[in-house]
């Protein structure tokens, strides 16, 4: 079993649509962050979460330390927003990845 | 503007081959990072370094070389011995150790020919 899941695996949309996207973790962590990877190739961070939750723009992260749990949601969705989006854990020496998110949104 | 700098950006090796990708950081950060990612998986850690002069292993470093002789430059070197080596490399950094955010650059994809 993955330390880091997420899900769904792949996901489609049409514009303005609402998002979520799941991340479920086993282990306990110092943080857990948001990243998007566009499609060629580079990697942005998105958010970094210990608690609570975290707004910027369209993108909404929080986080659930006793379920183990984080979504990512996205309002009002727009092709823009079509990338891979990763899940990744920090332990205190290292970052654990989830497999990503693909998310693709049609005009 | 600051930022990572990986090249090239597409890399091909021919059998018994040694190849080095580049990464470069102006960003004055401490610590470096290079992943590997396949697809369907997570991005893997091959090696990270603290600190100049200094590194160690990741999940998956063997087949993989590095140095970081200078704080700004972080190359690995893909060996021989690396018999799958046909993947998406991406190289990281952040400002310190027990920092958390980390930055990365835009990749390079290397295949095999």
């Not at chain 2, 992943?35 to 998986?41: A, E, F, T, V």
């Amino acid at each position: 079993k993955n330390e880091v899941e997420q899900s769904p695996q792949n996901l489609t949309a049409q514009e303005g649509e609402f998002i979520t996207i799941n991340c479920s973790y086993s282990v306990g962590i110092s943080a857990l962050h948001w990243l998007q990877q566009h499609p060629g190739g580079g990697i942005v961070s998105l958010f970094m979460l210990s608690s609570g939750k975290k707004k910027h723009g369209r993108l909404i992260a929080t986080i659930n330390i006793q379920e183990k749990h984080s979504s990512l949601h996205i309002t009002a969705s727009h092709p823009r927003d079509s990338a891979v989006y990763i899940c990744a854990v920090s332990y205190p020496d290292k970052l654990i990845f989830g497999t990503g998110t693909r998310l693709q949104v049609f005009p | 503007d600051g930022g990572i700098t990986q090249s090239p950006k597409y890399l091909f090796r021919k059998e018994g081959q040694n190849v080095t990708l580049s990464c470069e950081q102006n960003l004055n950060h401490d610590a470096m990072y290079w992943y590997r990612q396949d697809p369907g998986q997570g991005l893997r850690l091959i090696y990270y370094s603290q600190i100049v002069n200094d590194f160690q292993k990741g999940d998956i470093a063997e087949g993989y070389s590095v140095s970081r002789e200078k704080k700004e430059s972080f190359p690995l070197t893909v060996t021989s011995a690396q018999k799958n080596p046909t993947a998406f490399y991406l190289c990281a950094s952040k400002a310190g150790f027990a920092k958390n955010i980390q930055y990365f650059g835009a990749g390079t994809r290397l295949s095999v020919l």
